[in-house]
């Protein structure tokens, strides 16, 4: 039985497809299940919904269709801020004028959120088929394992056709080594499902018709353990990985990504 409980939202589907597991269903499988800022809001819900749930022990985070994920959705549908009620980071300057506005959207939507997503305690498994592209590579990167389909592929293209050093969150040479993140985001090209194995990226891949089952079995492995044990497990490994300068990477790399955005408006 997959339960839906309580809060309805407009593009996730929040269920619990087997005891101690939630499951977070990105979906607008329409437009590849791009990320607005109603999305953005509906993903921190239901992380901290999960998270604050002491019956759920493991978090699957899919995508509905057969895109896992293609981005920001950069079409302004849902507004290009979020509202003064939504935000949940300090910084303020939401009002979308010059600069300043533009900067501080993307601290809260792309660059704290995520962080706060990536120290989610419990842990979290992305459960990916199809396309991840741009802003959900972001996605990708703050859960904790990866199971993927072999169709599965993943491209970073901002470098070569935004101008910008790569994704806001940017833990490239965390992922994989530094001269396959350089190759990566100098090409602008596809990483397999495979490569993406091969490189540490993902944990599986599994024919796609295994996909949803490979990604429950493994909640159901970890859901059985203690909880707590399991938080501290990840505390310890996310711990480790900022103490080799993730953190500070991800922080400049972020500015770095800002100034790209400031030459493109000034040419």
């Known amino acids: ?8 939202f407009q593009q996730i589907i929040y269920e619990e497809p087997a005891p101690k597991v939630a499951r977070i269903v990105m979906n ?16 921190d819900e239901a992380f901290k919904r999960a998270c604050h749930d002491d019956n759920i022990n493991v978090i699957i985070l899919a995508g509905a269709g057969d895109h896992w994920n293609a981005g920001h959705d950069l079409s302004g549908e849902d507004g290009p801020m979020p509202a003064p009620e939504q935000v949940v980071g300090l910084w303020g300057e939401y009002d979308g004028k010059g600069w300043e506005g533009y900067y501080s959207r993307e601290r809260e939507i792309y660059l704290e959120i995520s962080e ?9 498994i992305a459960e990916i088929q199809g396309s991840v592209i741009s802003g959900g590579i972001i996605l990708a990167w703050m859960c904790d394992l ?6 599965a592929r993943f491209r970073d293209p901002t470098a070569v056709e935004m101008g910008i050093c790569g994704v806001e969150l940017w833990q490239h040479p965390y992922e994989m ?27 599986h891949v599994v024919p796609l018709e295994q996909l949803s089952a490979k990604a429950l079995d ?10 707590f044990t399991m938080k501290m497990v990840k505390q310890a490994v996310n711990f480790a990985q900022d103490q080799m300068g993730r953190k500070a990477s991800v922080d400049f790399g972020f500015h770095l990504h800002q100034i790209g955005h400031m030459q493109a408006m000034m040419n």
């Open 146 to 151: 990866i199971v993927c389909s072999e169709d």
């Open 28 to 43: 607008r499988p329409g437009r590849a299940n791009a990320q607005g800022i109603t999305m953005t809001y509906e993903l």
């Open 177 to 203: 080594s530094a001269r396959q993140a350089k190759e990566w985001l100098m090409t602008g090209g596809w990483m397999s499902a495979q490569d993406a194995k091969d490189r540490g990226m993902v944990n």
């Open 218 to 227: 493994m909640a159901k492995t970890i859901a059985a353990n203690n909880k």
């Open 116 to 124: 706060r997503w990536r120290n989610a305690p419990k842990p979290v």
């Open 1 to 8: 039985d997959m339960a839906t409980n309580g809060q309805e």
